[in-house]
């Protein structure tokens, strides 16, 4: 069997079967079933209402860990007066 | 399929074209204007009603998806139409791994004979359609647009995704690879 099937002279459907598929209502249809179904599963990075969940996760994390970070420094610089007061 | 189109037409695209983006709707207008042209373009390179018709609704709701990031390259948005059909048209062959159709008239064959400016001429049809049997996949379309469907080098280019120039030279060169074939086939 060739590369191709070559018809010459076939004749074309007539205008009023071309007709009969065209439905624009129903592309309308599947444009909406599809963006809303793009809408429902929106990626978590697009999300906004998620990304600032991560946000106030990330500020809560960070204040936490530059507090206890503080308490350290206070804490070991009072044993190194203390040792120094010691000797 | 002239697709000559004055500017206040393709004005008028644009004008659906904006209102489109932001209400569906109006894309009824372009729908309605190339819903034929899209459908026979497709039937040519099907042969296949019922394929023809599921092939072209996924044309135009593609066209709907993307108008957003439609840019205006200085041709009717038909181009951007059949630039879609084709890759539609590609797509299910790649799946289907079938024998591609390719639907031809006489008239066709005739403009394609006069391009080629061959030695001999008589009873030339028959060889043609062998000779065209010889072409690959790309060249085909190449020749399908240029030929029978009366693209103009630049739509060629962009339905394919080439330059206007690349189209032009790719299409010379399958005109003279035909021009060969046909000789020696007449010469034998």
């Known amino acids: ?87 | 399929m002239s697709n000559h189109q004055t500017k206040e037409e393709i004005a008028r695209e644009m004008e659906w074209i904006q209102a489109s983006r932001s209400d569906p709707k109006h894309f009824s207008h372009i729908y309605n204007k190339y819903y034929r042209k899209i459908f026979l373009y497709i039937y040519k390179r099907t042969d296949n009603e019922d394929l023809t018709a599921d092939l072209t609704s996924h044309v135009f709701l593609q066209a709907l998806i993307s108008i957003k990031k439609y840019e205006f390259k200085g041709l009717p948005f038909s181009a951007f139409l059949f630039r879609v059909a084709t890759n539609e048209v590609n797509l299910y062959y790649r799946k289907t791994k079938s024998v591609r159709s390719i639907n031809i008239e006489e008239a066709e064959i005739l403009e394609l004979k006069e391009e080629l400016h061959l030695d001999k001429t008589e009873n030339i049809e028959d060889g043609m359609l062998k000779a065209l049997e010889n072409l690959d996949e790309k060249e085909m379309q190449i020749i399908e647009l240029r030929f029978f469907d009366q693209k103009s080098f630049k739509e060629v280019g962009y339905i394919l995704g080439m330059t206007e120039n690349n189209a032009k030279v790719k299409t010379y060169r399958i005109l003279d690879k035909l021009r060969e074939i046909l000789n020696q086939r007449f010469k034998a």
Not at chain 1, 12 to 25: C, G, L, T, W, Y
Not at chain 1, 39 to 60: C, E, H, S, T, W
């Open chain 1, 1 to 87: 069997m060739g590369k191709f099937k070559i018809n010459k002279n076939k004749p074309r459907p007539s205008d009023d079967k071309i007709a009969s598929h065209q439905n624009f209502d129903q592309l309308i249809k599947s444009y909406n079933q599809l963006t809303d179904y793009k809408k429902a599963v929106k990626p978590l990075y697009k999300d906004k209402k998620f990304l600032g969940l991560v946000l106030i996760i990330l500020v809560v994390f960070l204040a936490i860990w530059i507090s206890e970070n503080e308490d350290n420094s206070s804490e070991t610089s009072l044993k190194n007066q203390k040792l120094e007061k010691n000797r």
